[in-house]
């Protein structure tokens, strides 16, 4: 079993900067890809990032490629998403999300923290 719980979020002006982080509890969570998901309102939830849990590669949405990077601290059992340069499309419910694979289906979620992005 694994808990997530997700901070970090905030408002925030177009070109600047934020850092998420999604504690995680659970013996094997070291062993798990993690990843990043948001939904705009109206919207359906939508993939960022992930990092896989054994090679460590990572992931990311064409969108945010270059201005966001995934990072993972197994010995605080935590994720990271820095998010620089963030723009208005930007502004969503952020989630965090766990499973065995970065293929998903993603069974483990946090409960989200927004973050908006003002023009």
């Known amino acids: 079993q694994v808990q997530l719980v997700e901070s970090g979020g905030g408002l925030v002006q177009a070109g600047g900067s934020l850092r998420l982080s999604c504690a995680a509890s659970?013996?094997?969570?070291?062993?798990?890809?993690m990843g990043w998901f948001r939904q705009a309102p109206g919207k359906e939830r939508k993939f960022v990032a992930a990092?896989?849990?054994?090679?460590?590669?990572?992931y990311y949405e064409d969108s945010v490629k270059g201005r966001f990077t995934i990072s993972r601290d197994n010995t605080k059992s935590t994720v990271f998403l820095q998010m620089n340069s963030l723009k208005p499309e930007d502004t969503a419910v952020y989630y965090c999300?766990?499973?065995?694979?970065?293929?998903?289906?993603?069974?483990?979620w946090g409960q989200g923290t927004q973050v908006t992005v003002s023009s």
């Open positions: 990092i896989d849990g054994s090679s460590g590669t990572t």
């Open positions: 999300a766990a499973d065995r694979t970065v293929a998903g289906p993603w069974d483990y």
């Open positions: 659970g013996r094997t969570w070291s062993r798990y890809a």
